[in-house]
């Protein structure tokens, strides 16, 4: 396991990663030339990086390679479509500028969740002395409101702890079946799918103003990594273009392609204005995901509060209710 994460980079390191790739092709440098330097400006992922390029020189895949260092199939994906069309330095820095507003928002909700934290864990060690040593005195009592109070929070709690869970799980996947999982959860789902959408739609427009066309996006798209976004929609979309479905019709039948592309379509633009036109809408939802994600930050210390504030009373229920009803008894 440990050999196992040694070959994998971390969140900040594949950020590290694809802001170096960017910046050395973008001053003209070559892709080969590039990896070549790569151990020797980064001398702490040395021999991971010199397999790579080692692998890379032997005509392995770029996208394949950074999916085995810990990128996302959807990454991967888009890797390779940017080398087909020529457009890495674009693709790279648009993924950089992604995975730098997910470092900063996991840095956000740190920030918001460490204060609730330590409540919590202040909250569960004063239960666990309630429970220990003031409960036994009034082991005697009927009254058990409070307990039954505690119970349904612990419980709801769980299903919190639940939920956070299978969402991480989902989002490392990335794949098509995760991500539309992920659409249907409440809270995130609506970020979710304006993630995908904008990774769509830029996709889209690329490959539009490099002059694809629409079958030979699709047959593009699916033989990209199995199970990745792009190859499922790519393949998707191939099939009822097939069976004699309307594009419009598919689009609108897509849970992650957007509706705003019908219109586009029918504005009757030439491939390069309606390439750039998606890098336009790409644009926009890409500030809408940004909106909403800090939006679903600030909300989450508030919610952890809450749900602190109940748990508070229901170990006060717990401690006075028994007293209350000795004294009634008296």
Same mark, same amino acid.
């Given at each position: 396991?440990?050999?196992?994460?040694?070959?994998?980079?971390?969140?900040?390191?594949? +950020?590290?990663?694809?802001?170096?790739?960017?910046?050395?092709?973008?001053?003209?440098?070559?892709?080969?030339?590039?990896?070549?330097?790569?151990?020797?400006?980064?001398?702490?992922?040395?021999?991971?990086?010199?397999? +790579?390029?080692?692998?890379?020189?032997?005509?392995?895949?770029?996208?394949?390679?950074?999916?085995?260092?810990?990128?996302?199939?959807?990454?991967?994906?888009?890797?390779?479509?940017?080398?087909?069309?020529?457009?890495?330095?674009?693709?790279?820095?648009?993924?950089?500028?992604?995975?730098?507003?997910?470092?900063?928002?996991?840095?956000?909700?740190?920030?918001?969740?460490?204060?609730?934290?330590?409540?919590a864990v202040m909250m569960i060690s004063l239960?666990?002395?309630?429970?220990?040593?003031?409960?036994?005195?009034?082991?005697?009592?009927?009254?058990?409101?409070?307990?039954?109070?505690?119970?349904? +929070?612990?419980?709801?709690?769980?299903?919190?702890?639940?939920y956070f869970t299978q969402v991480l799980t989902?989002?490392?996947?990335?794949?098509?079946?995760?991500?539309?999982?992920?659409?249907?959860?409440?809270?995130?789902?609506?970020?979710?799918?304006?993630?995908?959408?904008?990774?769509?739609?830029?996709?889209?427009?690329?490959?539009?103003?490099?002059?694809?066309?629409?079958?030979?996006?699709?047959?593009?798209?699916?033989?990209?990594?199995?199970?990745? +976004?792009?190859?499922?929609?790519?393949?998707?979309?191939?099939?009822?273009?097939?069976?004699?479905?309307?594009?419009?019709?598919?689009?609108?039948?897509?849970?992650?392609?957007?509706?705003?592309?019908?219109?586009?379509?029918?504005?009757?633009?030439?491939?390069?204005?309606?390439?750039?036109?998606?890098?336009?809408?790409?644009?926009?939802?890409?500030?809408?995901?940004?909106?909403?994600?800090?939006?679903?930050?600030?909300?989450?210390?508030?919610?952890?509060?809450?749900?602190?504030?109940?748990?508070?009373?229901?170990?006060?229920?717990?401690?006075?209710?028994?007293?209350?009803?000795?004294?009634?008894?008296?």
């Amino acid at each position: 396991m440990n050999n196992f994460k040694k070959d994998k980079l971390t969140g900040q390191e594949q +950020l590290a990663f694809l802001d170096y790739l960017q910046n050395s092709l973008a001053n003209g440098f070559a892709l080969n030339t590039s990896l070549e330097l790569m151990p020797i400006l980064w001398p702490k992922r040395r021999k991971v990086l010199a397999s +790579l390029n080692q692998r890379m020189t032997l005509g392995a895949d770029l996208g394949q390679e950074m999916w085995h260092l810990g990128f996302s199939k959807t990454i991967a994906a888009q890797v390779d479509l940017a080398m087909e069309q020529g457009n890495l330095p674009d693709c790279l820095s648009q993924l950089a500028t992604l995975n730098r507003l997910k470092n900063e928002q996991i840095k956000k909700l740190k920030t918001e969740m460490s204060y609730p934290i330590v409540l919590a864990v202040m909250m569960i060690s004063l239960l666990v002395f309630m429970q220990t040593f003031v409960s036994n005195q009034f082991a005697s009592s009927n009254e058990h409101t409070g307990d039954v109070m505690l119970v349904g +929070l612990l419980g709801l709690g769980l299903l919190f702890l639940y939920y956070f869970t299978q969402v991480l799980t989902l989002l490392r996947k990335q794949d098509y079946h995760s991500l539309k999982r992920l659409v249907h959860y409440p809270i995130i789902g609506s970020a979710v799918k304006l993630y995908v959408n904008y990774l769509l739609v830029y996709d889209i427009g690329l490959l539009v103003a490099s002059g694809f066309s629409l079958q030979k996006m699709c047959q593009y798209a699916a033989n990209q990594e199995p199970g990745s +976004l792009q190859q499922f929609i790519g393949v998707k979309v191939n099939r009822q273009l097939a069976k004699g479905k309307n594009l419009s019709q598919i689009i609108k039948q897509e849970i992650f392609l957007p509706n705003e592309l019908v219109i586009l379509l029918e504005t009757g633009s030439t491939k390069g204005d309606l390439g750039k036109s998606c890098l336009l809408l790409g644009q926009t939802l890409f500030t809408d995901l940004t909106s909403k994600i800090e939006k679903l930050i600030v909300n989450v210390q508030p919610v952890c509060f809450i749900l602190i504030g109940l748990c508070i009373i229901g170990m006060y229920l717990k401690l006075l209710l028994p007293m209350y009803a000795m004294m009634q008894q008296i």
